[in-house]
């Protein structure tokens, strides 16, 4: 019904940047929040970042200032610079989001995760 697909993962060393993006896809009347997530292996997942379909954003504290989520409204799409990047910043990356879609009823969707890895 709705599909997530992010790219923009890979590999970098230890001050490095990437750009991750997520693009929304299927039977979408409109998407309020949207955000990144992060799982290290052996860890939980945890959130990274959200923002509204105003453009509001939230960060965790271990990313604030080094990480900046934005958003395409007219693309379905949310993005995530990251700079400044750490060896704990490895994770595999979620997006997420919660879409109405043309029924109007409401979804939290998931994408399938893309994959940082921070090396020295």
């Known amino acids: 019904q709705v599909q997530l697909v992010e790219s923009g993962g890979g590999l970098v060393q230890p001050g490095g940047s990437l750009r991750l993006s997520c693009a929304a896809s299927g039977s979408i009347f409109s998407i309020n929040a949207m955000g990144w997530y992060r799982q290290a292996p052996g860890k939980q997942r945890e959130f990274v970042a959200t923002i509204t379909n105003g453009g509001r954003p939230n960060y965790a504290d271990s990313v604030k200032g ?55």
Do not use: H
Request: proline share 2%; glycine share 4%.
């Open 66 to 120: 080094r990480f900046t989520i934005s958003r395409d409204n007219a693309k379905n799409t949310v993005y995530l610079q990251m700079k400044s990047l750490k060896p704990e910043d490895t994770a595999v990356y979620y997006c997420n989001a919660d879409v109405v879609v043309t029924t109007r009823s409401t979804l939290n969707a998931w994408g399938q995760g893309t994959l940082v890895t921070v090396f020295s």
